[in-house]
């Protein structure tokens, strides 16, 4: 399964950043996740939030450059050793990972870390193999236990 | 005091008229019946030949501009058969088309004879080994100073532009004297001779910079970092090359060769010629040329004439340092940039034409950036694909304009615009 990732163009500017999110906070959309990219000119904000399509509409009426892309979410113990073991999985199968990011979570000892690979299905075969459960969005915002 | 013409370099204001009035009433003639398109705008002013009796008249005679050159390209404005054509040679490229300059083999000659008086007033003779980093080819530069070295005497070194490395060894293993290049790889020559360790090697002892606009700041720059005098040198294709004019020992300005190019300056805006000392747009009138003979072209410089006297002993009229242009191109690197070049890549490659370019000069190397609104097409959730955009705009923009730009991405709608018109170009360069 994989969750819709929202990804901003963000200029080097003073406040741009501040821009964005308040854009959101005002309209109540729940941020999960998020990394900033950057480069010497701009940077790319990446974004898991409640509601995909409305945070993209509020966006593209801001002005900003936006895109949609499907993501994988892992969860993963809180505990030294677990991440390195579901990514020797991806790279075992062949998989690259683009980046990587981790969540907050609400489920305690449990860690949502985020993968951009080059193969979603790929990796979900791998992880499907291994017993590891790709995360729904559901599960990312609603997974309160 | 050196120099290679004495007798026309150093004229009295009286013969030097009655020369410039002869050569003129007859190029005049010449242009009239072999240029047909000068001839309607002569027929057209009401002004024939006969009109034209000394240099008095020449306000008469239409103004040619850049646009005329290109709706007569390409041999609308050759003047003589092809059998006595023996060089093309071109500017660098514009928006539209090329202006492409014909030469018979007298035109060559006497375009030489005015990079050789660049040469002498520098200080070079026999003994001199000339090295020419201008590019060689279509390009006046390198044939220009090439051609002025061998009616010197000199030992030319035919280098052509690039390879710093190759540049630097020939020019300490034959022991170069006189660099011709633009003041602007002077100065990274400058650095790098420094950088390496060569200072101690070179023989230099002057240099003949054009084909940019620098400073005199660039200049003591230059002249301190090699031990030389830098000295400048002004031309344009479409008049000959360079060799138009030549800086003399007192480096306050250029002497124009004016037995062969007549100089005016004129408003602008209403095209009226302006009294000497005042400032404004650079005119030339070919006296000798007989392929390319354009009259009263303008140049779109702006700079002042001078006509006080000169220690060097020379009376050819004076003109300043450039002090600007008067259309939008730019000069960046001594390559001519047209913004309407940029707003073409974008379009070909998908983009919206919302750009703004920044000219700015670090270090006297030119800097060249361009600031393009993101679309939506050439956004990524990856560094790596908008990179990978991004090199293609720079590699698609070096092909249309011969120099690389950095290119910015920016937010859309992000660009200045005032009054609905957006701000095209920031040039910071103090010049």
Known sequence: MTIEQISVFLENKPGRLAEVTKIMGDAGVDLRAMSLADTADFGVLRLMVNDPEKTLELLRAAGCVVSVTPVLAVCIADKPGSLA??????????????YSYASITRKKDNAYVIFRVDDNGRALEAFAKHGITAASAKDLFNGAE | MNYYQEEMECATRESMRELQSNRLVENVRHVYDNVRCYRKMMDDKGVGPGDIKSVDDLPKLPLLSKDDLKEAYPYGLLAVPLADAVRIQSTSGTTGKRVVAFYTQGDIDLWEDCCARAIVAAGGGKDDVVHVCYGYGLFTGGPGLNGGSHRVGSLTLPMSSGNTDRQIQFMCDLDATILCCTPSYAAFLAETIIDQGFRGKIKL???????????EEMRRDIEARLGIKAYDIYGLTEVSGPGVSFECCEQTGMHVNEDHFIAEIIDPATGEVLPEGEQGELVFTCITKKAFPLLRYRTRDICVLSRKPCSCGRTLVKMSRLMGRTDDMLIIRGVNVFPSQIETVLLNCGLTPNYQILVDRVHHT???????ELTPEMFSDTIKEISTRENELVAAMRAMLGISPKVTLVAPRSLARSEGKAVRVVDKRKI
Not at chain 1, 85 to 98: C, T
Not at chain 2, 205 to 215: D, L, P, R, Y
């Open chain 2, 205 to 215: 002892k002057a240099g003949i910079f054009g084909a940019e606009a620098w400073s």
């Open chain 1, 85 to 98: 073991e579901v990514l020797s999985v991806l790279a075992d199968a062949g998989v690259s990972v683009e």
């Open chain 2, 366 to 372: 030119d800097t060249f950036e361009v600031l393009v």
